[in-house]
């Protein structure tokens, strides 16, 4: 790969580290904040009067979920890891546990959530996933598998800011194509915002997990052993065929 590709690449990889970090304060900042200050009244979503323990469950659900949040970017930045790895440790032990207390509150969240089935089931998806891509991590990292574990870090932050894309589509949404097709409802809205925050999500990941990280590993082994190289030639045609 040439100097000036390479340059390229890491400045689109630190163009979108700064929009995952801003976008991740941002969103931190002003919808926990509301949540924390204004209670249930600021709340974007329908609380349950009847269920005394459902405003609670978002708050234990949002808070550690904000601070999953907070901290992902900073364990992606290559030079914080090798110069402190043992505060790279601690964040991810910290990450690891605010995600899992999160998702088990999320679990009990969508169970008494008034939003509706199909959102539901989103929840309920994207908190296992949530959670079975934590304990990947923490697997492969156990093992010493550096390059698994950050396999299972960029899907499991990738879940974490689903947070975030389901509220960009969410205003998108509401304020774009709510008053161009005035038969849309807002929950139609919500869910649709909340399927399209996983699928995209799980989409750029998986993007960013070939490119980043798959792929240079496998020109550098290819370098090393050109001819065990598997190739996408058609094998040649056996005798007499
Ligand atoms: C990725 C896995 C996540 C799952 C499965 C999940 C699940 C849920 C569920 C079920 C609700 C209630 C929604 C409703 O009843 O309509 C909710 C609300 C909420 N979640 Fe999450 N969530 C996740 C990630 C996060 C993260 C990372 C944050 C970070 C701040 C977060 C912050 C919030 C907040 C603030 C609310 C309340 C919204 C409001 O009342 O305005 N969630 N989430």
Avoid at 222 to 231: F, G, H, N, S
């Amino acid at each position: 790969m040439t100097t000036t590709s390479r340059s390229v690449r890491r400045r689109w990889w630190w163009a979108l580290w700064a929009f995952l970090a801003v976008s991740a304060v941002g969103f931190g900042i002003t919808s926990l904040g509301a949540l924390v200050l204004g209670g249930e009244d600021a709340s974007l979503i329908p609380i349950d009067p009847d269920v005394a323990t459902h405003f609670l469950s978002i708050l234990v659900h949002g808070l550690p979920g904000g601070v999953a949040l907070l901290l992902g970017p900073f364990q992606f930045v290559r030079p914080l890891r090798v110069r402190y790895p043992a505060a790279h440790l601690l964040i991810g032990r910290i990450y690891l546990i605010a995600v899992v207390v999160a998702a088990v509150a999320s679990f009990y969240a969508a169970t008494v959530s008034l939003s509706g089935f199909s959102i539901q089931v989103a929840f309920y998806l994207l908190a296992a996933a949530w959670l079975y891509t934590a304990a990947q991590a923490y697997r492969t990292i156990r093992r010493g598998e550096v390059q698994l574990h950050r396999i299972w870090m960029i899907r499991n932050y990738a879940l974490t800011f689903a947070a975030v894309s389901l509220r960009v589509f969410l205003i998108t949404g509401t304020g774009v194509l709510m008053p161009a097709f005035p038969s849309l409802e807002f929950e139609q809205v919500y869910h649709a915002s909340g399927w399209a925050s996983i699928v995209v999500n799980v989409m750029v990941a998986e993007y960013f997990i070939v490119q980043r990280t798959v792929q240079p590993l496998l020109q550098r082994r290819q370098r090393r052993e050109p001819a065990a190289t598997p190739t996408l030639a058609p094998a040649p045609a056996a005798q007499g065929e």
